[in-house]
């Protein structure tokens, strides 16, 4: 199992980053551009050095300043897809994923073989002697993800690796990712953008934000419960932090919402796009929280359209075509938002671990 | 699977820089031959050091002339140089880049320099740029332009001789940089002589660096061309390359106390220089 | 340009002649001439000799390429013909030293060479001038005067190097001039040998054709041959002609 | 915004091939220097075909000596170039990558050999590994080696001089090379020495194709630390340069001659094998 | 406005596409990894040369191999976001974005001021002097983007624009990039993975594969009929070809399906996953198709779950967690499928465009 305190400053920045995964888990890493992702990723990998902390894998002491241990990267045992791909200009995709297994020790003959089966498995098996610059983005992006798995890592780090996959073969090859992944007994850290890919393939999130955590846990808990916009955000809910004394919430910008479940003290309030209903003049019946709001922004969300409205709360709300076509939606439009205090989600800001406030 | 067992616990008691850390035990099979090549290069040095008189080498120092023919050598070396950046950047970029009939058959040509020897270069220098050479008389009645026999002609022998060196470091450093900044730079509305000028030179700089290191300490050693084709007056052509020459019919000490001297110069100069060079990125 | 003056006979003692004389001299020259030059401009008050010295083949070359020269001092005879059979020479040049073979041995003579015998042994290390240059040349008349034969182990570019191989050990024994081992004074010993009489180089001065300052290069010849001249020439070990 | 105004129609008759026409039409600027670069390496050379003796060519070539003077060039400046590949790559490589104290000392000291007039390094070579050198003695003793007048000692006085110019260019290479795959190679398993020579090398192919390029023409030009350090024995020791010199001696044309030789068989050896390399990749 | 006709030939890959694209339009190009986007993409930039058909832009011509027409990449009025960023690693983020508005004729300061406008409009104001190693790869796609925008191309053309930005910017600059291509005259090629981006950006789609069109049209009769597995992948739809004959549609494999819809000859039968109800026994109500099936994969599917089927077709079925639950679902399972035959799209085969047939 991986157990390990990543400290690293470059800079003006700092990564702070505490990260245990069980043998077999699969945990994503998640946060906005620059929050610190591929830095610790580099930091495991042992690409660059902690600057305090502790690392260790599977009982091995891989990195730590304060005790000067230190273990050189090829000596860890851990596989890395990188988000650019870092194919060996000079190999064939057969002799770049047979690159790891032939330093394992395995025979030439041997390590062909292995590695004409991983690129089998990502579809690759017509382009095994291409050069990498003879393969498209996406081609390259699946040598390179058969590359780490072929070593058959204790942890595997995973840089953005479906990124650049189309859908379709994104599909295939989550499927394929995934299957490997519940067979695969080390743990596995999964650096993505894509809450899809974090949903289906971890078992649990840590969300960084500028080098620290602001969130972790399973993904039910996270998804239902965020507490951060940026995590509000990836998981679709409209977030707002205030202080609740019953069924009241005053936001921190004043703003007063009516909610369903009583609550006392520091608190989120979520709800999702979908209970925003939208009215022509101010809505009179049950809805409990209405208010003025100028339209921003209109773009497709699946069959539905999402709204992007300003006011005295920002907010985005989900509409079918049907309904916009009814309210003749256009930017700059002010219109009247409504949503039922039974719709809204509350729990408590006071977080279990070392969360930095967001409004 | 060897590689999961070994861990490295190191004893050193200092914190090392992070640039260390990462780079981990240097192979023997690497460090052998580097100190082997290294030791190869020095030793000699070593050897000139234990025949140098130290015991005189104050008054040797001050004689007149050596001054004169230090001073001349590094101005020529670096006017050379300059002069070999002018042509040979450009001559490196078109065997790298453009893909003009006859290209290998250039490119073959341009080491014509280094391997003709030097006093036959001087040879052939004389026969184009002398009085009586091909461009030479032109040069003297149209443009009053003498070049043999003055401090110029030995700025153009030594650039004669070292522009290869340069050429051929630029253009394989040419070679392996990445072509696509350039289109990039193509998309964003950069000429070839823009994407020159503000993309590929930055980004060979390094290259570039290597190569007049090379060019430079060619030409201030340069010996045979110079004196066959710029002579050998004290103050006007006699660098110290041709001082050692005279120096070597007369007194071996005295040849190279002068050796020694170029030496230590042109190390301190290139030891400040090259990693303010290097770090341009 | 040889619109100046061209009397013969503007001579040392006449201190008219002024400006810069340039004198292309073989680099064996290099101690004596500039000795000489000192001396010239003391007694000419208005000239500066401007010397160049380089091997006397480079040198030819140069002349017969136009080289702005007026005085050429050759160390051999036949780089002399090629600049006088190009007719860059004023008229016939005139030898002002000679120069005569000795056996450069380390100091002490360690392998007691006596004559050009001893070096033909198997455990002595020889250094001969290549036969191209005039050492080399001299090297084999005295050798076939002697009907020894030699092998060897290199054929020197010059004297010099041939010299610079017994300094530093690397030879035993090498074949060079008289005033070579007069130079390296302590380091070496020069053995005579009678053989040497049959090998005698020459050193030939001229007054070059297209002579930018004539008076004072003639003027600057004539002090070479004069006795002030070739005393500094005989203390440096050559021959007077 | 006048960039969006010009069209070029090109005019020419054949189809162009495929990479020139994106490459477009080269600036003047680059154009010029470049010609003028290559004129000034080229035109010495025409100055000697001038003044080449064609009439007596074949009987002057047909010479006892020449071809055995050739071949030994040939030879020994080979052997120097894998002496200073086999040095001179990993000794670039420490100077690109490991960190150690004294790097910007030991660079400059480096392109000593290249500073040092040739002469003064044969001299520095025999103080060395002469017969009475630091060396010397004991090489000889111990393991009967004796390197001054042998072809071990011309290859040994070649890769001393040439030895620099592939270290500066192989190691200017290896710093404009992209360091991110070997930290690839390092997540693979792949330890420094491996990573080094599955690879840095292969990346590195056209830096050290260039830099060897150098080397071995630089080798094949050397004169003045061959002559001092080896002598001159044809057939043993004499190369191509010695020959040229000595016959500069006598007969500038028979040294023409030799040196276009030389020159032939280099440029053909050159064209020949530089785009084999350069397309490595 | 746009009119080509694109040809290129790489080694045993040809690239055959039509192509027009009106000012102020926006067209993404579609397709599976390696079906040529990237190349159709460097051809209209100039990078590399058609070997056939033609090129104009805006009333120009700018290749035309058979007329010997060849415009120069830099004298083409577009821009280009390069699917590996590309800047120049030794200038500043706000120098590279400089760059192309210096290139226009701008003195260096209002070339900057530009610059620095467009790195604040995608959120880097903090980050103008940052070269670009020390930006993550997110900030780094994001400079890329300005550096194209700030020349106002007449074409722009964008390889996977927002493919490393993280959810939330994402969304920030997808609104951003929707906004300026909808006050930008010019024409738009944008390629992408991601079928949101397709929806949400652009008018139209051409879709691509191995080189040639497969599908092209507006977004809704795209969307509606696929006319291929990979766009019907794209699209989220089950899509089978066949013979009709009525209401009886004989697949290629022999399966027959029974439609709501009446044709006759070369058919499409498209259903949605949701359409598709599993039961654990043969059902006897009213779905007209059933069949038995393997369950081969398991994912979350938003809020549902995809089930991936083996049979005598291959198919995804959506369901709820809460059937999910009783039918206690596992890999390996055999239950039964159904589809009622109101649910199923039928429309002809006959395409209207040079559409090579997919099972
Ligand atoms: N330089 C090249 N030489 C030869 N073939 C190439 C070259 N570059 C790409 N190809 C081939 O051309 C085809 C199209 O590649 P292209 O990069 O255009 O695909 P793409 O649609 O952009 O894919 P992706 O979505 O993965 O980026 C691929 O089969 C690829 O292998
Ligand atoms: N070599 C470096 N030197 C200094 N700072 C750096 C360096 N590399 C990255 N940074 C900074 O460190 C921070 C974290 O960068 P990192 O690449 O880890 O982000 P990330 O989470 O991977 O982002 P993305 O999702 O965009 O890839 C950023 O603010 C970045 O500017
Ligand atoms: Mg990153
Ligand atoms: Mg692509």
């Known amino acids: ?359 | 699977m060897s590689r999961r067992d070994a861990v490295l616990a190191r004893p050193d008691r200092s914190t090392p820089p992070a640039r260390t850390r990462r780079t981990g035990r240097v192979p023997v099979a690497l460090l052998l031959p580097a100190a082997l090549g290294l030791l190869f290069l020095v030793l000699p040095l070593a050897g000139l050091l234990v025949r140098t008189p130290w015991s005189t080498l104050p008054q040797r120092l001050t004689e007149p002339g050596v001054l004169t023919a230090l001073r001349l050598s590094v101005q020529a070396a670096t006017l050379a140089t300059l002069l070999c950046l002018v042509l040979g950047v450009p001559l490196a970029w078109m065997l790298a880049r453009v893909d003009f009939p006859g290209r290998r058959v250039v490119r073959a040509l341009v080491t014509v320099p280094l391997v003709l020897p030097p006093v036959v270069g001087g040879v052939a220098l004389l026969l184009v740029f002398g009085r009586q050479g091909i461009l030479g008389g032109w040069l003297d009645s149209t443009l009053g332009v003498t070049l043999p026999f003055t401090t110029t002609g030995v700025v153009l022998a030594e650039a004669f001789v070292a522009m290869p060196f340069l050429v051929v470091a630029v253009e394989g450093a040419l070679r392996g940089a990445d072509v696509r900044y350039e289109e990039a730079a193509a998309t964003l509305g950069a000429g070839r002589w823009t994407t020159f000028t503000h993309i590929t030179l930055p980004l060979v700089a390094p290259g570039i660096a290597a190569g007049a290191v090379l060019c430079w300490a060619r030409a201030l050693g340069e010996f045979g061309a110079t004196i066959t084709f710029a002579g050998n007056f004290p103050g006007r052509t006699q660098t110290m390359p041709l001082a050692v020459y005279l120096a070597l019919e007369t007194d071996l000490e005295a040849a190279i106390v002068l050796s020694l001297v170029l030496l230590t110069v042109s190390v301190v100069i290139l030891a400040s220089l090259r990693d303010r060079w290097l770090s341009s990125r | 340009g040889s619109d100046q003056s061209t009397d013969p006979l503007s001579g040392s003692g006449a201190s008219t002649v002024t400006g810069d004389v340039t004198v292309f001299a073989a680099a064996s020259l290099t101690e004596s001439f500039t000795r000489i030059g000192a001396d010239f401009e003391a007694a000419n008050p208005g000239v500066r000799v401007v010397f160049s010295f380089a091997g006397s083949s480079a040198l030819a070359t140069q002349i017969n390429q136009g080289a702005p020269a007026d005085v050429f001092a050759s160390a051999s005879p036949a780089n002399m013909t090629t600049v006088t059979d190009a007719g860059n020479g004023d008229r016939s040049p005139t030898v002002f030293v000679r120069n005569q073979l000795v056996i450069a041995v380390p100091d002490g003579n360690p392998d007691e060479v006596t004559g050009l015998a001893d070096l033909n042994q198997p455990d002595v290390k020889v250094a001969l001038c290549a036969e191209q240059v005039p050492c080399g040349a001299a090297a084999g008349k005295a050798l076939a005067a002697a009907g020894v034969t030699l092998t060897p182990v290199t054929l020197e570019r010059d004297v010099r190097a041939a010299l610079s191989k017994v300094r530093l050990g690397e030879v035993d024994a090498a074949l060079v001039y008289r005033t070579d081992v007069r130079a390296a004074d302590d380091d070496v010993d020069g053995i005579e040998f009678p053989e040497s009489a049959e090998a005698i180089n020459d050193y030939p001065i001229v007054v070059l054709k297209h002579a930018p300052n004539r008076p004072a290069a003639q003027a600057f010849v004539d002090h070479v041959l004069s006795g002030p001249g070739q005393a500094v020439l005989t203390a440096a070990g050559f021959q007077a002609p």
């Open chain 1, 1 to 359: 199992m991986l157990d390990a305190h990543l400290v690293v400053d470059r800079g003006t920045f700092r990564l702070d980053l505490p990260l245990t995964i069980r043998p077999g888990e699969v945990v994503a890493l998640l946060g906005p551009n620059g929050a610190g992702k591929t830095t610790a990723l580099r930091a495991l990998a042992g690409l660059i050095p902690l600057t305090g902390g502790h690392l260790s894998l599977a009982g091995r002491h891989l990195d730590d300043p304060g005790r000067r241990i230190w273990t050189p990267t090829e000596q860890r045992a851990i596989g890395v897809v990188f988000q650019d791909y870092l194919l060996f200009p000079h190999l064939t995709a057969l002799d770049n994923v047979a690159f790891g297994p032939r330093r394992q020790g395995l025979s030439r003959h041997r390590a062909r073989q292995r590695a004409a089966t991983w690129l089998a498995r990502v579809g690759l098996a017509e382009h095994t002697h291409c050069k990498p610059r003879h393969l498209s983005g996406g081609q390259a992006q699946r040598v390179a993800l058969a590359r780490a798995l072929a070593v058959e890592p204790a942890l595997l780090l995973l840089d953005e690796p479906l990124a650049a996959l189309d859908a379709r073969t994104r599909l295939d090859t989550r499927a394929q990712l995934q299957h490997h992944l519940a067979g695969h007994s080390g743990a596995t850290l999964l650096v993505t953008h894509d809450p899809i890919d974090a949903v289906v393939l971890a078992d649990r999130l840590v969300i960084i934000e500028d080098g620290h955590v602001v969130q972790e846990g399973d993904v039910a808990t996270v998804t239902a419960q965020p507490r951060t916009d940026y995590v509000a955000r990836l998981v679709g809910l409209n977030l707002y932090r205030g202080h609740a004394d019953g069924h009241h919430v005053r936001l921190t910008d004043g703003f007063q919402l009516v909610t369903g479940d009583r609550h006392v003290g520091g608190v989120f309030v979520a709800f999702a796009p979908s209970a925003v209903a939208l009215h022509p003049r101010r809505p009179d019946g049950s809805p409990r929280n209405t208010w003025p709001a100028t339209i921003t922004g209109i773009q497709r969300h699946g069959d539905n359209l999402r709204v992007q409205l300003d006011g005295p709360i920002t907010v985005a709300a989900d509409i079918t075509p049907a309904a916009a076509a009814h309210l003749k939606l256009t930017p700059g439009q002010t219109l009247w938002a409504a949503v039922k205090a039974a719709e809204t989600r509350v729990y408590p800001a006071a977080a279990p671990l070392n969360v930095r406030a967001e409004p």
